[in-house]
């Protein structure tokens, strides 16, 4: 899921919340966000704490007092992280923090932030289910909305602003079926919970949901 970190956004609350949402079960949801489009004028800032936030969580058995993230369902993850990583290495990304497997036993993958990522690396084509956060900036809000929507996909996404012009603009425009602004995923059971274009018809939760349960009649009388 693309994430769109405008220019005048809190860093500190785009951090908490995405880093949360990107993170939690080791990236292993579906509305997980991975690609990370910032301006530019914040890049830098948000990158390193972005780090910060990764280096911080306590890997570890999901069951075990502390920790925060937790391993990744198999040995199979494993090999598919590190196909995405040697993909972005050689597409000029840098890793700024993790990048490969913690310890011989378990299936632990460090918690990864990318940078200069580019376009055609397979990170920022195809969902990585994985605890991979890749970093690409942006000049302007249009622009990064037409990254957003390049892909074919569009499940879920979040952006963090102030200006409630960008709101606007981003709620109308980002092709996703669920959008989350300033705040970390948040599917109460009254919101539809469905996405667009490959993602998917129809909706789970909120009156929609019902829909697929329901057979439409139309009738038409003319009074004899």
């Known amino acids: ?34 690609r990370f489009l910032v ?4 890049r830098e800032e948000f990158a390193a704490a972005l780090v910060k936030h990764a280096e911080g969580l306590q890997l570890g058995d999901g ?13 199979r993850r494993l090999t598919a992280m590190s196909k995405v990583l040697d993909d972005a290495r050689k597409t000029g990304a840098k890793v700024e923090t993790g990048g490969e497997r913690v310890g011989s036993e378990g299936n632990f993958f460090a918690p990864t932030v990318l940078t200069n990522v580019s376009l055609e690396s397979d990170v920022f084509n195809n969902e990585p289910f ?19 929507n390049r892909l074919p ?11 409630f012009r960008n709101v606007h603009l981003l709620s109308q425009q980002m092709e996703v079926g ?13 919101m539809p919970f469905g996405g667009v274009k490959d993602s998917g018809y129809g909706s789970e939760g909120g009156p ?17």
């Open 1 to 34: 899921a693309p994430v769109i970190v405008a220019e005048d956004a809190d860093v500190a609350l785009a951090i908490k919340a995405a880093g949360a949402a990107k993170f939690r079960n080791a990236g292993q949801v579906c509305i997980s966000p991975t």
């Open 39 to 42: 301006h530019n004028s914040i």
């Open 63 to 75: 069951l075990a007092e502390g920790t925060t993230i937790g391993p990744l369902a198999n040995a």
């Open 130 to 148: 994985g605890p991979i956060a890749a970093i690409r900036g942006f000049d302007t809000l249009e622009e990064a909305i037409a990254e957003a």
């Open 153 to 163: 996909f569009g499940l879920a996404g979040y952006a963090f602003t102030k200006s």
């Open 178 to 190: 669920m959008l989350w602004i300033n705040q970390p995923a948040t599917p109460w059971p009254e």
């Open 208 to 224: 929609e949901a019902m829909e697929g349960y329901l057979v439409t009649k139309a009738v038409s009388v003319t009074a004899a």
